[in-house]
């Protein structure tokens, strides 16, 4: 069955940075576009970006130029890099392949 799991959240100080990890299994990963979303507390879930099976990467306005979606088929990962960290990226963030999603990594920001 399909697993995402998340991994790297955690406190930061504003102007920071973070690297979130995707751990990915039950599927051909390489087949599949893969996504991030995040949420915070009282606002809707919001894409973050995401990268298609053929790398080419897509983000939201707010993060582009701060974030950096990679992914390494050999090991069926998917990595965001978050750099500039404000308040506004607070939330809690959750790697995503069609209709899936994991169990999500806490990212805070002070």
């Known amino acids: 069955h399909v697993q995402l799991v998340e991994s790297g959240g955690g406190s930061v100080q504003a102007g920071g940075s973070l690297q979130l990890t995707c751990t990915a299994s039950?599927?051909?990963?390489?087949?599949?576009?893969m996504g991030w979303l995040r949420q915070a507390p009282g606002t809707e879930c919001e894409m973050v970006g995401g990268?298609?099976?053929?790398?080419?990467?897509h983000y939201a306005d707010s993060v582009r130029g701060r974030f950096t979606i990679a992914r390494d088929n050999a090991k069926n990962t998917v990595s965001l890099q978050m750099n500039s960290l404000n308040s506004e990226d607070m939330a809690r963030y959750y790697c995503?392949?069609?209709?899936?999603w994991g169990s999500g990594t806490q990212v805070t920001v002070s």
């Open positions: 990268m298609t099976d053929h790398g080419r990467t």
């Open positions: 039950g599927f051909t990963f390489d087949e599949l576009d």
């Open positions: 995503t392949t069609i209709n899936y």
